[in-house]
């Protein structure tokens, strides 16, 4: 069965240092992979996602991933975080395609807070 | 930018009561989705929607919950006799058909469901 698992409640990061958000799946065959981010009161925004091709992903915000297959990961990381950024990151995996629809399956979730 | 609009926010209802959550999904999208998060838990998949039918539904949705487009704008989330364990937060979403299973899925703000 398809799982997103995100190994860490919270990050804490200093503003201006490079943050990294972790995330693993399992899935049979190859994975789609997405980052959704949560700031409070609002829906789940998109960041990224990972189809195929080159395993460095770059999204919005400044924000990129890495794919690695060997290690099924799709780690979130940004150069120089910044205080908005400070939100719940979601990792998804998409569990099912059939004619054109995407059941994602979610991960737990990471607070990543951020300090000035 | 597009935006998937649900309401209500927040509702209260007692125990047993019938509860209609409603959602405007993107104009052009053509595939609409609920999900839950109860609180401190993971977001949920409950179904997909398509052609005015049910694409894909999980366990979570059972016969209390039903799905319905009354019309060409809106989608509906209906918990016919609620339950304490119904209380989270239920978000909409919508997509277009990508044929690689990549397409994305634009989440509302979502609707806080509280049972007593």
């Known amino acids: 069965a398809q ?17 990294t958000v972790k995330c693993t799946y399992s899935v049979s065959g190859n994975p789609y992979l997405f980052w959704y981010v949560q700031y409070p009161n609002r829906g789940l925004q998109f960041l990224l996602k990972y189809i195929t091709g080159d395993n460095l992903v770059k999204g919005s915000y400044g924000f990129e991933a890495e ?22 990151y979601f ?7 059939s004619g054109g629809y995407n059941k994602l399956i979610f991960g737990a979730g990471t607070r990543l807070a951020v300090h000035p | 930018e597009p935006e998937v609009t649900q309401t209500p926010s927040h509702q209260v209802t007692q125990m047993g009561q019938e509860v209609i959550l409603r959602c405007v999904p993107i104009s052009n999208h053509l595939y609409f989705y609920w999900y839950r998060q109860i609180l401190g838990q993971k977001v949920e998949f409950l179904v997909s929607f398509y052609n005015n039918e049910i694409s894909e539904k999980s366990e979570i949705f059972d016969d209390q919950f039903s799905v319905e487009r009354p019309d060409g704008s809106n989608f509906t989330l209906k918990i016919r006799s609620t339950k304490l364990e119904d209380s989270a937060m239920y978000f909409c979403a919508s997509s277009v058909p990508l044929p690689s299973g990549a397409n994305v899925l634009t989440f509302g703000a979502g609707s806080r469901l509280t049972v007593l």
């Open chain 1, 3 to 19: 799982s997103v698992a995100q190994p860490e409640d919270q990050v804490n990061v200093a503003e201006g240092n490079p943050l």
């Open chain 1, 67 to 88: 794919f690695n297959k060997s290690q099924t990961s799709f780690h979130l990381k940004k150069p120089s975080a910044l205080v908005s950024d400070s939100a719940l």
């Open chain 1, 91 to 97: 990792c998804a995996v998409s569990a099912t395609f």
